[in-house]
């Protein structure tokens, strides 16, 4: 009776999308695969619901995504069918290579397969035999990436199946041509599309040469969607395998090769970010011929490649940062701030830019200029009377940065900025430095000789 019990508040707890719930059911005993009212196991609700949390949980909990169903099908197969990567993810379980036989294998890819070759809604109005058209929405499907969700003849389906498609190649060690790849990737031209994630991951997950190789010569393609893509396989490698960065000195070299050639004003600006954070001889070289470039976002990169840990500052480098400082354009001016804020003889002008930047009509300027005068060693008077000003801000987070600068300075006016601030989200602040900050003046006002 306690087992039937605990089944079906399982079932219930997959019906309410309560992942949690589904978690602590499962480690008092419940059955991972207990049987809805359709007699399915639950994880075909889950995987009907696009609940990624909830399959997640019950695969887990030791929900079988091989289980045959009545229909010939299995749980893996239906996420699979479902189109979304999420959840398709989810229920792969472990070691799908070594746990599916060959016939089973092939069966999955070729679903899959078929679905990104005809097409969400040819494959629903095959099914359906709708003629209407179809209904399409973007939805997210995983943390920061989205997919289309398709819906005809009373049929939904999430067209993510390219993504599955090399998700499953990958996971059964198939190695698909990397120009093949790619071209999944790119018909979306977004980064966030779960069809590029799969591919740039997958890619990246590839370590052999022969995969690297294939994936940079892309950078000379004429479409600037392929070189946006390679770009993003840089980006990606650049942090997935830092410690381990056997092609370091390749990277490095292709980077400054390509920022010299790149003319298209977005990927420039990724490619700048990726080049600061390698060490190459030609950096400067390479901030100075950008430094005044036309688009504002390359110009936003170039501080990061003048101002080295370690390195003296060259007198170019000083001049063109100084000219920043002095930009046009506010994101520039408070960039060149934050990069050239422990240059003693940028300092002061550093300071006035601030200054008339925390004066901005743009909250977020204000807010930028104010994180930058909060975290400034210049002991000016003036940067204390300015975070003071902004401390009655009408913005929340400007207010914030204020009492956080006011805090590290330990001014008199720091408790009238901290009860400004107003009350805080407790969770969307939990691991926040200027909270933190705040919290440790505190503890200095009731103990001196605390910390």
Same mark, same amino acid.
């Given at each position: 009776m306690a087992e039937g019990g605990l089944d079906g508040r399982l079932v219930s707890a997959v019906r309410a999308g309560d992942a949690e719930e589904v978690r602590a059911l499962l480690g008092k005993g419940a059955d991972p695969d207990a049987p809805d009212a359709d007699g399915l196991p639950?994880?075909?609700?889950?995987?009907?619901a696009y609940d990624k949390p909830v399959a997640e949980a019950l695969v887990e909990?030791?929900?079988?995504?091989?289980?045959?169903?009545?229909?010939?099908?299995?749980?893996?197969?239906?996420?699979?069918?479902?189109g979304s990567p999420a959840v398709f993810d989810a229920v792969l379980g472990r070691e799908p290579r070594l746990r599916l036989a060959e016939s089973a294998r092939e069966g999955l890819l070729t679903l899959a397969r078929s679905w990104y070759e005809t097409g969400a809604a040819e494959e629903l109005r095959r099914r359906t035999g709708a003629?209407?058209?179809? +209904?399409?929405?973007?939805?997210?499907?995983?943390?920061?990436? /989205?997919?289309?969700?398709?819906?005809?003849?009373?049929?939904?389906?999430?067209?993510? /199946?390219?993504?599955?498609? +090399?998700?499953?190649?990958?996971?059964?060690?198939i190695l698909t041509p990397v120009d093949e790849l790619i071209a999944r990737a790119v018909r979306h031209a977004d980064e966030d599309h779960v069809d590029w994630w799969a591919v740039s991951w997958t890619l990246v997950e590839r370590r052999s040469y022969e995969t690297w190789s294939a994936v940079v010569a892309h950078r000379h393609h004429p479409d600037p969607v392929h070189r946006r893509f390679v770009a993003d396989y840089l980006w990606t490698r650049l942090f997935v395998w830092s410690g381990h960065r056997y092609y370091e000195k390749k990277e490095s070299e292709l980077l400054a090769g390509w920022t010299a050639e790149e003319t298209d004003g977005e990927l420039l600006t990724k490619l700048l970010d990726a080049f600061a954070h390698y060490t190459h001889p030609a950096q400067e070289a390479v901030a100075l011929? /950008?430094?005044? /470039?036309?688009?504002?976002?390359?110009?936003?990169?170039?501080?990061?490649?003048?101002?080295?840990?370690?390195?003296?500052?060259?007198?170019?480098?000083?001049?063109?940062?100084?000219?920043?400082?002095?930009?046009?354009?506010?994101?520039?001016?408070? +960039?060149?701030?934050?990069?050239?804020?422990?240059?003693?003889?940028?300092?002061?002008?550093?300071?006035? +830019?601030l200054i008339l930047l925390a004066e901005d009509p743009d909250a977020q300027v204000r807010q930028d200029a104010a994180a930058e005068l909060a975290r400034s060693h210049d002991p000016a008077p003036a940067v204390a009377d300015t975070l003071a000003a902004l401390s009655g801000d009408d913005e929340q987070q400007v207010r914030l940065e204020a009492a956080h600068g006011l805090a590290r300075r330990d001014d008199p006016r720091t408790a009238e900025a901290i009860e400004r601030v107003g009350p805080l989200d407790a969770d969307a602040f939990a691991h926040d430095h200027r909270v933190d900050g705040i919290a440790r003046w505190r503890w200095r006002q009731r103990d001196p000789a605390a910390e």
């Open positions: 639950v994880l075909c609700r889950a995987v009907a909990g030791g929900a079988d995504p091989d289980r045959m169903l009545p229909d010939g099908t299995t749980p893996l197969w239906r996420a699979v069918d479902g003629p209407g058209p179809a +209904t399409t929405v973007r939805v997210q499907d995983a943390e920061n990436l /989205h997919v289309d969700q398709v819906a005809l003849g009373g049929l939904v389906v999430r067209a993510g /199946h390219a993504a599955v498609l +090399t998700s499953l190649e990958w996971a059964f060690r011929r /950008h430094a005044d /470039h036309p688009d504002p976002r390359v110009r936003r990169e170039v501080p990061y490649l003048l101002y080295r840990e370690d390195t003296p500052v060259t007198p170019a480098a000083r001049a063109a940062l100084r000219a920043l400082v002095g930009d046009p354009d506010p994101g520039v001016r408070i +960039t060149a701030c934050a990069v050239g804020d422990r240059d003693e003889e940028l300092l002061p002008e550093i300071t006035r +830019t």
